[in-house]
């Protein structure tokens, strides 16, 4: 593996599972395999999970590990190809990249939506430039279009407490007073597709992810429907996807807040949602610190994600 960017880069899921639980198990047993080898992680925007949890399995595997945080500390990059740098960002992309690359083997980008041009976003603009000019292997911490660390994280999480084999998932919307990226929606809907779970979406009208990640997956505005029968919630907010309201709030309707009563609906669901989460706007307290919410595991087991993903990287490094 060179690259790590979506679902399609991970192989058979069967197997991927397979090395997650034998990680799970056995966290130390490639202790030496990342040694005198450095893991550079970019950070253009906030994180915990992804960046504690990157961290952490890089050293599981012996790596070096260097953060930066481009926010704090770097110069101030320009991405913009073509433009006369005459503004407040001293640096180009298109040096910083290579001259990153020289001091790393494995390079995690974090890089969201900017929701100032959904070509841009949606051609992902900035990580592909990591792809094209740092000469390593990159792994995306959370792109403009994707979050796939965290949709494996949460597809061995559903595999550790699911109790029939093609369990019933619904992500549904749920309200949140900032404009938020589609990341981790459409990421989850094309992995939980690719898993072979039956996969509904609930969301207000207005709210369509793109059809290239919902594709396979019952889409419904009704979320009670939704939620009759399910054995995983998956609660997430984003912003719309269509134009012309791209990157836009349409409603920040408390009615699709998930509370006890609806997961009464469900078949004694089991709650998830990737983290930070808003309480009480996204799900209430009484679910989210309820005894079938598994906010905690699904975090943990980013750390476990994570390090197949870097030691396949590792295996295949020249
Ligand atoms: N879920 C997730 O990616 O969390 P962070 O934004 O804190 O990394």
Avoid at 166 to 183: E, N
Avoid at 281 to 299: F, H, K, N, Y
Wanted: glycine content about 6%.
């Amino acid at each position: 593996m060179k690259y790590f960017t979506s679902v399609n880069d991970i192989g058979p899921l069967d197997i991927a599972i397979q090395e997650a639980m034998r990680t799970k198990k056995e966290k130390f047993s490639d202790s030496n395999l990342g040694k005198n080898h450095t893991a550079l992680l970019i950070f253009f925007n906030s994180s915990l999970r992804t960046r504690l949890s990157t961290q952490k399995a890089a050293e599981n595997l012996g790596m070096n590990v260097i953060v930066l945080d481009v926010q704090q500390g770097a110069w101030n990059l320009e991405t913009r190809k073509g433009v006369i740098m005459d503004g407040d960002k001293p640096e180009h992309l298109l040096e910083a990249i290579p001259v990153m690359g020289c001091y790393a083997d494995i390079i995690g980008v974090r890089s969201f939506a900017r929701f100032e041009s959904k070509e841009e976003d949606y051609g992902e603009v900035i990580l592909n430039q990591f792809i094209r000019y740092s000469g390593k292997p990159v792994i995306s911490l959370e792109s403009a279009t994707r979050h796939p660390l965290q949709s494996f994280a949460d597809h061995i999480t559903i595999e550790e407490y699911k109790t029939v084999e093609k369990p019933r998932v619904v992500l549904t919307w749920a309200p949140h007073p900032k404009a938020l990226p589609q990341a981790v929606p459409n990421s989850f809907a094309e992995w939980m597709v690719a898993a072979g779970y039956h996969l509904t979406i609930a969301h207000p009208q207005g709210y369509e992810l793109d059809e290239r990640f919902t594709r396979g997956a019952v889409i419904t505005y009704d979320q009670e429907e939704a939620f009759r029968g399910a054995d995983f919630i998956y609660a997430k907010n984003w912003a719309a996807y269509r134009d012309p309201d791209y990157g836009r709030i349409l409603s920040t309707d408390r009615s699709w807040t998930v509370d006890s009563k609806k997961m009464e609906l469900t078949n004694n669901a089991r709650f998830m949602h990737c983290l930070p989460v808003r309480r009480n706007m996204i799900v209430t307290d009484e679910v989210l610190d309820g005894p079938r919410s598994i906010v905690i595991p699904q975090a943990a087991n980013r750390e476990i994600a994570t390090q197949v993903v870097l030691r396949r990287i590792l295996k295949d490094l020249p």
